[in-house]
């Protein structure tokens, strides 16, 4: 089982970059595909990022696509977002998630371990 703590959220302005972590619990860290969403309030859960478990293979959704960047360390079992240039439309809770997939998923039922979420709230 993995457990999954995401931190780094806050208030910025729009322009603005943040970095959220999510450290994962377990020894098997490096064998996961790891995950972005976001919901905002009212709206359905959605994808933003993934990537595969050596980190050589990564993937976005177009609203993120030349803005944020997804990596990991499985040395220190934690998967990052930098999110720059953000837009007001950001603002979401962010949830990272594991997929025992070693590819990662831009579908969110592939995912089979959730963290609690971080708010991330862009100012105009």
């Known amino acids: 089982q993995v457990q999954l703590v995401e931190s780094g959220g806050g208030l910025v302005q729009a322009g603005g970059s943040l970095r959220v972590s999510c450290a994962a619990s377990g020894r098997r860290f490096s064998s996961y595909g790891m995950g972005w969403f976001r919901q905002a309030p009212g709206k359905e859960r959605e994808f933003v990022a993934a990537?595969?478990?050596?980190?050589?293979?990564?993937y976005y959704a177009d609203s993120v696509k030349g803005r944020f960047t997804i990596s990991r360390d499985n040395a220190k079992n934690t998967v990052y977002l930098q999110m720059n240039s953000l837009k007001v439309e950001d603002t979401a809770v962010y949830y990272c998630a594991a997929d025992r997939e070693p590819s990662g998923s831009y579908y969110y039922r592939d995912y089979d371990y959730w963290g609690q979420g971080t708010q991330v709230t862009v100012s105009s």
């Open positions: 990537i595969s478990t050596s980190g050589g293979s990564t």
